[in-house]
């Protein structure tokens, strides 16, 4: 199944989106624009566009496991975005995926200034693919 990832900020909003085979996770794109039900609504219609069945939302619990005030924010938006798309939605556990993606980023040499314009469309690839290993690790799990 095809499914996408979104790494939501009030700023920027980076996508990706695995293949048919829930192999690969490739970056989808960047929403550069504010407004909440704007951006879920633009959510919702790249993942029409992209044939998404399946939406993730990042969500950034605390470090300790609570829900924290930007966690509740991240699931109510995941319910914005499965009401204006008419797709499945989920939250999933998101810590630390934008440090990963600037360390990534700033490994390959990019420069500070340059990563956010990257940063969240790395960090929703990340996020796609920890959600496609535990779906793996799940399914073995019940397969054996």
């Known amino acids: 199944m095809i499914i996408m990832s979104v790494d939501y900020g009030d700023a920027r909003t980076g996508l990706a989106v695995s293949d048919k085979t829930e192999f690969l996770a490739s970056a989808a794109g960047l929403i550069a624009r504010p407004g909440f039900k704007k951006i879920a609504a633009e959510v919702a219609r790249r993942a029409g566009e992209l044939g998404a069945e399946l939406i993730v939302v990042g969500d950034p619990v605390n470090m300790d496991g609570t829900e924290g005030p930007r966690s509740q924010k991240c699931r109510d938006f995941a319910r914005e975005v499965e009401a204006a798309s008419g797709i499945p939605t ?31 469309e790395l960090a929703a690839v990340i996020i796609l693919e920890s959600f496609l290993e535990e779906r793996k690790r799940a399914a073995k799990g019940e397969g054996e």
Do not use: W
Not at 91 to 116: C, N, P, W
């Open 90 to 120: 989920v939250t999933f556990d998101e810590r630390l995926t934008s440090v990963s993606a600037h360390e990534i980023l700033s490994a390959s040499g990019m420069k500070m200034k340059k990563q956010k314009k990257h940063v969240d």
